[in-house]
């Protein structure tokens, strides 16, 4: 597993992991899963996120997206 973190957020790839490229936005008893893509595109919400949150892992996600295709890359190549 490799991470990165952004404010309060952790942004996972997990090694075992499936395609699309994507990771796992982990917030407070939340999990969104985003695409690696760009634009970074929502994939799955599991609890209780409200609209913000997804906004705030979008944004991270676009903030770090280099870093988080070379982390999948490196995982899954």
């Known amino acids: 597993m490799a991470s990165l973190r952004?404010?309060?957020?952790?942004?996972?790839?997990?090694?075992?992991?499936?395609?699309p490229p994507h990771t796992h936005v982990l917030g407070p008893g939340w999990e969104i899963r985003v695409e690696l893509s760009h634009p970074p595109a929502?994939?799955?919400?599991?609890?209780p996120a409200k609209t913000q949150d997804i906004a705030s892992a979008l944004l991270a996600v676009a903030a770090h997206l280099a870093?988080?295709?070379?982390?999948?890359s490196e995982l899954h190549d």
């Not at 929502?42 to 609890?47: E, F, K, R, V």
């Open 6 to 19: 952004h404010q309060h957020l952790r942004l996972v790839v997990y090694p075992n992991d499936h395609p």
């Open 42 to 47: 929502l994939l799955t919400i599991a609890g």
């Open 67 to 72: 870093p988080l295709r070379v982390l999948w």
